[in-house]
């Protein structure tokens, strides 16, 4: 995809980080966890969470039992964006029943893409005794409904690499689609909202990440 394409909606730096300022206001209001790291001596940063998950080890791929609206939401929206849906609110995801759970450690990084135009959405992950998982294990962990993109275009979806501000093995959530989906929803919004809102509610659920819905009530 050309991200210079102008039917597609792109996001330029200076904008990226007022989004993000303006992200981390309302994370920290509700204690969602978020906040801006600046590199010494740049003005370039980051966004940045850690957080634990808990998953049941005898799920498999399925990780968690969703209702039958939430499954809705994400079957529609994952065919309409081939990869992607919406947010989810977070008090409506329960745990399977599981004799075994295991403990996940993730820090997920939102960077801006001077290629692409975008944020990219930058992770990793570990168990508690600090073995970092596998991209093969990350790729067991997505939901069943984002593995029909997945099985077609791995490497083009998670993948891994170095962090370019950091320099340490990362996982990353393929930024080549973002402007063009992007655009799709902005463009039928009759409001506009926070970008990285918008973005980070919709990529973030494939690979664990959701938001609070008091996100998308902020203008």
């Known amino acids: 995809m050309d991200p210079e394409n102008k039917d597609n909606i792109v996001l330029g730096e200076e904008k990226f980080r007022y989004c993000c300022m303006e992200f981390v206001k309302h994370s920290q209001n509700i204690g969602d966890g978020w906040e801006w790291k600046s590199l010494q001596e740049s003005d370039e940063g980051y966004l940045s969470k850690t957080c634990y998950q808990t998953r049941p080890v ?25 990869c992607f849906h919406e947010e989810e609110d ?9 004799e075994e759970t295991e403990v996940i450690h993730y820090e997920y990084h939102v960077l801006y893409s001077v290629s692409y135009q975008a944020p990219v959405l930058y992770f990793r992950a570990s168990f508690l005794d600090g073995k970092p998982l596998k991209l093969e294990e990350i790729w067991n962990r997505v939901h069943d409904c984002y ?9 083009e979806t ?61 203008v």
């Not at 977070?90 to 599981?98: F, H, I, R, W």
Request: aromatic share 8%.
């Open 58 to 82: 005898s799920s498999g791929s399925s990780q968690w039992k969703k209702t039958d609206e939430e499954d809705e939401r994400a079957s529609a929206a994952a065919a309409a964006l081939d």
């Open 147 to 155: 593995k029909p993109r997945l099985i077609h275009g791995p490497w």
């Open 90 to 98: 977070e008090g409506l995801v329960k745990p399977q029943e599981a």
């Open 158 to 218: 998670i993948t891994q690499q170095e962090h370019p501000m950091l320099g340490q093995p990362f996982f990353v959530l393929h930024p080549c689609r973002t402007n063009e989906f992007m655009s799709s929803i902005q463009g039928s919004s009759n409001r506009e909202g926070n970008y990285i809102t918008s973005w980070l509610s919709t990529v973030g659920p494939v690979v664990g990440l959701s938001l609070p819905l008091s996100y998308g009530k902020t």
